[in-house]
């Protein structure tokens, strides 16, 4: 039986979560208290249509949601379920933009433990922060919708293929925050900017003249040799410690040009090593149109906004 944990910060996604592992085929139940989860696990052991699959949401709500809970976690892998704790996280200002627009009470302001949102959301997050420590899956939710949520979860759980790990590298710009639920993230900021190139700027790290222009330089190849050496090291020994999910983030300015060659082309390389690598970019979309925006305001004041930057090798 497999069985996955769904916890973390209230509104940061945990119902829509549960409502997609239901569609694609786990058995759900909704803030069960922990305790008696075994009894549940007995029950449908027990049970001629027994459910391979299993979804739990356990937070806040829950009293004494840590107490016991790495005995818990050992009574479950000694019963034979494949047990992993997927956690929502999300910014504190996002989740204080969210409660204001569904306009509900966080849960620790209805029990009396806090006198405001604000509270609310420091105390839970200290509250929770084991078990931030103790999960096998962060997804930070703060720049989701919906859709993109629902479109992670079943690209992980729905493919029914849990026991092989899933690469992903993920691309994005620092001037729009970090990458906040990436394992690891390499800058590569210090490598020549394709923006300063006009005929580049328009482009993305997946046209060929960018990749060309990014990895020109000796300094940029060898950064490259570098990170794939050290992916190569430690790939094998995060499959070993029973990962299910590395998600590798690069970075640079606005998530267009550096950042997505080098996530591109570290996919096509572990692509042919590992079964389940993907490739996605957080804000090449937005930093598109703000390009754009910003290519309109230089073109209005005739062209003097933008200029070309020289850039040695």
């Known amino acids: 039986m497999e069985l996955l944990l769904v916890t973390g910060m209230s509104g940061a996604g945990k119902s829509r979560a549960l409502q997609t592992l239901e569609d694609i085929g786990y058995f759900c139940v909704d803030n069960l208290p922990p305790h008696l989860l075994l009894y549940l696990l007995d029950e449908e052991t027990g049970s001629a249509g027994r459910h391979e699959r299993m979804a739990v949401t356990v937070d806040i709500r829950c009293a004494g949601l840590l107490n016991g809970m790495e005995s818990l976690l050992r009574g479950l892998r000694e019963k034979g379920v494949r047990t992993q704790i997927v956690f929502l996280d999300a910014s504190d200002e996002t989740l204080r933009r969210r409660y204001k627009e569904t306009r509900r009470?966080?849960?620790?302001?209805?029990?009396?433990?806090?006198?405001?949102?604000?509270?609310?959301?420091?105390?839970?997050?200290?509250?929770?922060?084991?078990?931030?420590?103790?999960?096998?899956?962060?997804?930070?939710?703060?720049?989701?919708?919906?859709?993109?949520?629902?479109?992670?979860?079943?690209?992980?759980?729905?493919?029914?293929?849990?026991?092989?790990?899933?690469?992903?590298?993920v691309s994005f710009g620092f001037k729009y925050g970090i990458l906040a639920d990436a394992d690891l993230v390499f800058d590569v900021r210090c490598l020549p900017n394709p923006f300063y190139v006009e005929s580049l700027r328009s482009l993305t790290g997946s046209d060929q003249p960018v990749r060309e222009y990014v990895m020109s330089t000796p300094e940029a190849r060898a950064l490259f040799d570098k990170?794939?050496?050290?992916?190569?090291?430690?790939?094998?020994?995060?499959?070993?410690?029973?990962?299910?999910?590395?998600?590798?983030?690069?970075?640079c300015t606005g998530g267009q040009h550096r950042s997505m060659a080098f996530a591109g082309l570290m996919k096509e390389y572990f692509s042919g090593k590992y079964p389940h690598v993907k490739l996605s970019s957080r804000d090449a979309a937005e930093n598109r149109f703000e390009l754009a925006s910003r290519l309109a305001d230089s073109a209005g004041a005739g062209g003097k906004d933008i200029k070309e930057k020289p850039v040695s090798s």
């Open 105 to 169: 009470l966080h849960p620790l302001i209805l029990s009396g433990d806090a006198l405001d949102l604000s509270e609310a959301i420091t105390s839970e997050r200290e509250k929770l922060s084991r078990m931030r420590q103790m999960a096998d899956i962060v997804l930070d939710t703060s720049r989701l919708q919906y859709a993109q949520l629902r479109q992670k979860l079943m690209e992980r759980f729905g493919a029914g293929e849990t026991g092989t790990m899933v690469i992903e590298f």
């Open 227 to 251: 990170i794939r050496e050290l992916l190569e090291f430690s790939l094998p020994m995060y499959i070993r410690e029973g990962k299910m999910q590395l998600t590798v983030g690069f970075g």
